[in-house]
């Protein structure tokens, strides 16, 4: 199972280096994505969550600073 990693503003994927997951899990970084010229938040979450794969099982981790 695929477990997406999203980092709080101001940092990036380094924050989750000591995170080792159980066997059968994958760590998957998605990592920010410039915003477009006036985008909506749910514009720009809605192509962030493009990078995840649905069609499988997966879990979201999120970090806010």
């Known amino acids: 199972m695929k477990v997406y990693f999203i980092s709080g ?3 990036d994927n380094r924050v ?7 066997h059968g899990f ?3 970084h998605l ?6 010229k006036n985008e909506s ?3 720009y979450a809605l192509r962030l969550a ?3 794969d649905t069609s499988q099982p997966f879990v ?4 806010s600073m």
Do not use: C, D, T, Y
């Open 41 to 43: 938040l749910s514009n």
């Open 50 to 52: 493009n990078k995840i």
């Open 16 to 22: 989750f280096i000591h995170i080792r997951l159980p």
């Open 26 to 28: 994958e760590m998957v």
């Open 9 to 11: 503003l101001a940092a």
């Open 60 to 63: 979201v981790v999120g970090l």
């Open 31 to 36: 990592n920010w994505i410039q915003p477009l």
